[in-house]
């Protein structure tokens, strides 16, 4: 079945840090990619997203590329800030989003 | 603004008792989700609803209800035949099913039994 792979945190950062966060995929067909982000108390927030493969999703100076021939959709952001420390989760669907699968979240904590 | 409301924010639950989580859209969407979260782990799927009238099981939907009575409404009832409830309920909405449409979130209801 579709299954998503995320790297295991915590992480912890300085503040201005490059950021990484690893996910890797299965998936039958093609699949559009997705990065949600969560904060303390609230639900997750719709981040960025690619559709096909070697497409880029970015938002707030976060990015993550479609690539698949490593089936992976890492994100990346040059200078994290105190205000990113949240929760964030890859996500996937294929044909339909009945069948989205999230990653298991990575808790990203950003320190002045 | 458009959004998604769950009510309430905080549900305490006896033992034995149902009780039901509320999940409200002005987005106009078609599709309704209702997940569960638990510490350190993804959200699972509980219940999904792509039409009015219309909902199919998720991949844990034992001991959980919902109704579709009205495209802005899609509220979960957890049973008592749930016998570990406490959870993060996190409710979505999406324009359809199509894959390249995102989902749309609440800001959840943490459940506890009392």
């Known amino acids: 079945g579709n299954s998503v792979t995320q790297m295991e945190g915590p992480v912890t950062l300085s503040e201005e840090a490059f950021l990484t966060i690893n996910c890797t995929y299965t998936?039958?067909?093609?699949?559009?990619l997705f990065w949600y982000v969560q904060y303390p108390g609230e639900g997750l927030q719709l981040l960025l997203k690619?559709?096909?493969?070697?497409d880029k999703g970015s938002n707030k100076g976060f990015e993550a590329t479609y690539r698949k021939e490593t089936t992976s959709f890492h994100l990346e952001k040059g200078s994290v800030q105190v205000s990113d420390s949240a929760v964030y989760f890859c996500?996937?669907?294929?044909?339909?989003?009945?069948?989205?699968?999230f990653g298991a979240g990575t808790r990203l904590t950003v320190k002045p | 603004d458009g959004g998604i409301t769950q009510s309430p924010k905080y549900l305490f639950r006896k033992e034995g008792q149902n009780v039901t989580l509320s999940c409200e859209q002005n987005?106009?969407?078609?599709?309704m989700y209702w997940y569960r979260q638990d510490p350190g782990q993804g959200l699972r799927l509980i219940y999904y609803?792509?039409?009015?009238?219309?909902?199919q099981k998720g991949d844990i939907a034992e001991g959980y209800s919902v109704s579709r009575e009205k495209k802005e409404s899609f509220p979960l009832t957890v049973t008592s035949a749930q016998k570990n409830p406490t959870a993060f309920y996190l409710c979505?909405?999406?324009?359809?099913?199509?894959?390249?449409?995102?989902?749309?979130f609440g800001d959840g209801t943490r459940l506890s039994i009392l």
């Open positions: 979505a909405s999406s324009r359809g099913t199509g894959e390249n449409q995102p989902q749309h």
């Open positions: 998936a039958t067909g093609y699949p559009s």
């Open positions: 690619a559709t096909k493969a070697d």
């Open positions: 996500a996937l669907t294929t044909y339909n989003n009945n069948d989205m699968r």
């Open positions: 987005l106009n969407h078609d599709a």
């Open positions: 609803s792509q039409i009015v009238n219309d909902f």
